[in-house]
């Protein structure tokens, strides 16, 4: 599998990185998931900005990323990765320099990193919905960066995996953040509901598609704080992002909310992002 790193195309078992890398050392860094169907990059440009939005809260000394369009669609091609399903990841840290906690000095180039698998959809768990279980979270602030520093959420997805539930959905004194690798949507009278844009969360790009998707299919949506006591008396509950779409939840493990089988609104949002996703 051939690899970019810092402007070179290269075998993926050839990339070095420093051992005083800063994303290496105090993961120092973004990253980006997007999502390949056949051969087309999904939300790329979408994915791009919120790289770009990340590196100038972050202070980096490059905001723009508008190069990686052609990296992305270089890798899929180069990898054979044209047909079926694939993902490419992004990733971009503060660079190479002796370790200290001050920013590096001027000049010192960003390392820039991508590179692009074959990826099985989770199509079971689509049609039949998932488990999951609610668990603390005690990430920092600032969780609207999509940084390299995932150890919160590892822990947290292991957690999950301990349990035998899919993923680990984050309580912030009481009301429902986000999932480990996805956002949380709930069906609560007919209405969408989900957290709104903070520092708490993640603003994820299958998020605004389907809240987009809401729109267009007439569904009512509110974006409002979801404590976990009217979760749990949802009618549905939703689990959205890259690499899960879609996905019903069918139970809170150590929670009330309790569901027969994926719910009415789930399904039509199912039919439309893969309708958006997968043009005829």
Same mark, same amino acid.
């Given at each position: 599998? !051939?690899?970019?790193?810092? &402007?070179?195309?290269?075998?993926?078992?050839?990339?070095?990185?420093?051992?005083?890398?800063?994303?290496?050392?105090?993961?120092?860094?973004?990253?980006?998931? !997007?999502?390949?169907?056949?051969?087309?990059? %999904?939300?790329?440009?979408?994915?791009?900005?919120?790289?770009?939005?990340?590196?100038?809260?972050?202070?980096?000394? #490059?905001?723009? %990323?508008?190069?990686?369009?052609?990296?992305?669609?270089?890798?899929?091609?180069?990898?054979?990765?044209?047909?079926?399903?694939?993902?490419?990841? +992004?990733?971009? @840290?503060?660079?190479?320099?002796?370790?200290?906690?001050?920013?590096?000095?001027?000049?010192?180039?960003? @390392?820039? %990193?991508?590179?692009?698998?074959?990826?099985?959809?989770?199509?079971? #768990?689509?049609?039949? &919905?998932?488990?999951? !279980?609610?668990?603390?979270?005690?990430?920092?602030?600032?969780?609207?960066?999509?940084?390299?520093?995932?150890?919160?959420?590892?822990?947290?997805?292991?957690?999950?995996?301990?349990?035998?539930?899919?993923?680990?959905?984050?309580?912030?004194?009481?009301?429902?953040?986000?999932?480990?690798?996805?956002?949380?949507?709930?069906?609560?009278?007919?209405?969408?509901?989900?957290?709104?844009?903070?520092?708490?969360? +993640? &603003?994820?790009?299958? /998020?605004?598609?389907? +809240? #987009?998707?809401?729109?267009?299919?007439?569904?009512?949506? /509110?974006?409002?704080?979801?404590?976990?006591?009217?979760?749990?008396?949802?009618?549905?509950?939703? !689990?959205?992002?890259?690499?899960? #779409?879609?996905?019903?939840?069918?139970?809170?493990?150590? &929670?009330?909310?309790?569901?027969?089988?994926?719910?009415?609104? @789930?399904?039509?949002?199912?039919?439309?992002?893969?309708? /958006?996703?997968?043009?005829?």
């Amino acid at each position: 599998m !051939i690899a970019y790193f810092n &402007g070179r195309y290269l075998d993926r078992d050839e990339v070095a990185v420093s051992p005083d890398d800063r994303g290496f050392l105090f993961a120092d860094g973004l990253y980006e998931v !997007i999502r390949s169907y056949e051969g087309r990059l %999904f939300e790329t440009a979408a994915h791009l900005e919120r790289l770009a939005r990340g590196a100038r809260d972050l202070r980096f000394r #490059e905001t723009d %990323f508008g190069d990686l369009t052609e990296v992305a669609e270089t890798l899929v091609a180069g990898n054979g990765l044209v047909e079926g399903d694939a993902t490419v990841y +992004l990733q971009v @840290t503060r660079g190479v320099a002796p370790r200290t906690h001050r920013f590096p000095p001027e000049g010192t180039p960003l @390392t820039v %990193f991508a590179s692009a698998r074959p990826f099985t959809p989770h199509v079971e #768990e689509m049609e039949h &919905g998932v488990e999951v !279980i609610l668990v603390p979270d005690r990430r920092w602030a600032r969780c609207d960066l999509k940084t390299i520093g995932l150890l919160p959420n590892v822990l947290a997805h292991q957690e999950a995996m301990d349990a035998g539930a899919s993923e680990a959905l984050f309580l912030r004194e009481g009301v429902l953040t986000e999932g480990t690798h996805s956002n949380v949507l709930a069906v609560l009278g007919g209405e969408v509901v989900t957290p709104p844009l903070t520092g708490a969360i +993640l &603003g994820g790009i299958t /998020r605004a598609v389907v +809240l #987009e998707l809401c729109r267009e299919l007439h569904v009512p949506v /509110r974006e409002e704080p979801l404590p976990v006591e009217r979760a749990e008396r949802a009618e549905e509950v939703m !689990i959205v992002g890259t690499t899960v #779409e879609v996905t019903p939840v069918l139970r809170f493990l150590n &929670g009330g909310f309790k569901a027969a089988g994926p719910g009415p609104v @789930t399904r039509r949002l199912q039919a439309a992002l893969r309708n /958006r996703v997968r043009p005829a």
